[in-house]
C-alpha cells in the first residue's frame, strides 16, 4: 500500500515539473519571439532612417543649383511672401543670434540680416554642400553669418546658443522628426522661439481638389526646368505623407516646447508653427 502511495506521488511530482518546465519553455519561446520580431522591427525601421536620408540627400544632390528658380515656378513666387510671413512672426531685434536649419540658399538669412543691425548674427545648417556653395554666393555681401554642413537631428551647436531657430521646408525631409524637434529645443536659449514654415493639410475641400491636380503636375515642371522629374515626385510624396498641423503641435509639446500655435497661410497650403523655450 504504502509503495503505491509512493509511486503515485512520484508520478505526480513528475507530471507537475513536466508542466512547469513545458511552462518554462514556451514561455522562453514567446520570449525569443518577440526578441526576434523586435529586432526585426529595428533593423528594418533603421534601414528605412538610412534610405531616407540618402533619398533626400540625393534629391537636392540633383535640385540645388536651380533650386530658387525651381520655388519661384512652382508657387508662382508666393513662397517669398510665406518667408516674409514667417519673419514678421519672428519680430526679431538688434543683437540677436537665429540659426536657420535646412537653409537652403539663405533667403531666411536674408530676410533677418535685412531687418537687424550688424551685432545679430546668423548660423545658417543644410546638409547640402551645394546649397550651402549657392547660399555663400547669394550672401557674400554678409559678413555676420555663418554657414555649416549638418543635419537637423545632430547640430554640432552648444546647449543654450540661439534667440530663434527657423527651418523652412526642411522638417519634413528630416528622417526624425523627435530627434530635430530635440535637437531645436536643445540649441535654443531659455526664452528663445522655434518656428518651422512648412506645407500643411488644407482645411478647405474646393481648395484642396485644385492644390492635388496643381501637385500632379509639379514632376513636370521639375523635369523641363532641372531636366528630372524624380526628386520632384519624391518632393510631393514627402507633403502628402507629413504630419498635419495639429500633429505637428502635439510633437513639439512632447519635445519641451511650450505656447505652441500655428497659423495657417494661403488656407493652409503651408503654416506656420511656432514654440517657446520656457
Not at 500500500?1 to 512520484?10: A, C, E, G, I, T
Not at 518546465?21 to 529595428?42: D, N
Not at 531659455?190 to 501637385?215: M, T
Not at 510624396?237 to 512632447?254: G, P, T, W, Y
Request: charged share 20%; proline share 2%; with cysteine.
Amino acid at each position: 500500500m504504502y509503495s503505491v502511495q509512493s509511486s503515485s506521488r512520484d508520478f505526480l511530482k513528475t507530471c507537475i515539473c513536466l508542466y512547469l518546465m513545458t511552462v518554462l519553455y514556451l514561455l522562453l519561446l514567446v520570449i525569443l519571439t518577440y526578441i526576434t520580431i523586435f529586432t526585426i522591427y529595428f533593423i528594418i525601421m533603421q534601414q528605412n532612417l538610412q534610405n531616407k536620408k540618402g533619398l533626400v540627400q540625393n534629391v537636392f544632390d540633383q535640385v540645388y543649383d536651380q533650386y530658387d528658380l525651381m520655388n519661384d515656378f512652382m508657387s508662382l513666387g508666393v513662397h517669398r511672401l510665406w518667408k516674409k510671413d514667417l519673419l514678421n512672426m519672428m519680430n526679431p531685434s538688434s543683437n540677436q543670434k537665429l540659426i536657420d536649419v535646412a537653409c537652403g540658399t539663405g533667403d531666411i538669412a536674408k530676410l533677418f540680416l535685412n531687418n537687424v543691425n550688424k551685432k545679430s548674427y546668423v548660423t545658417c545648417v543644410d546638409p547640402n554642400i551645394g546649397m550651402i556653395k549657392k547660399g555663400k554666393e547669394k550672401l557674400k555681401k554678409f559678413n555676420n553669418l555663418n554657414w555649416v554642413v549638418a543635419s537637423a537631428e545632430k547640430l554640432p551647436m552648444d546647449i543654450n546658443s540661439f534667440d530663434f531657430y527657423t527651418i523652412s521646408f526642411g522638417l519634413r525631409n528630416t528622417k526624425d522628426l523627435n530627434k530635430s524637434l530635440s535637437e531645436a529645443y536643445r540649441v535654443l536659449k531659455p526664452g528663445g522661439r522655434y518656428l518651422c514654415l512648412e506645407f500643411s493639410k488644407i482645411e478647405n475641400s474646393g481648395l484642396d481638389f485644385v492644390y492635388k491636380k496643381y501637385s500632379k503636375v509639379i514632376p513636370s515642371i521639375g523635369k523641363l526646368i532641372v531636366g528630372d522629374k524624380e526628386p520632384y515626385e519624391y518632393l510631393v510624396k514627402s507633403i502628402e505623407n507629413f504630419v498635419n498641423q495639429d500633429e505637428l503641435i502635439d510633437l513639439m509639446k512632447k519635445n519641451g516646447f511650450q505656447n505652441c500655435t500655428y497659423r495657417n497661410l494661403s488656407g493652409g497650403i503651408v503654416s506656420i508653427h511656432s514654440g517657446w523655450k520656457i
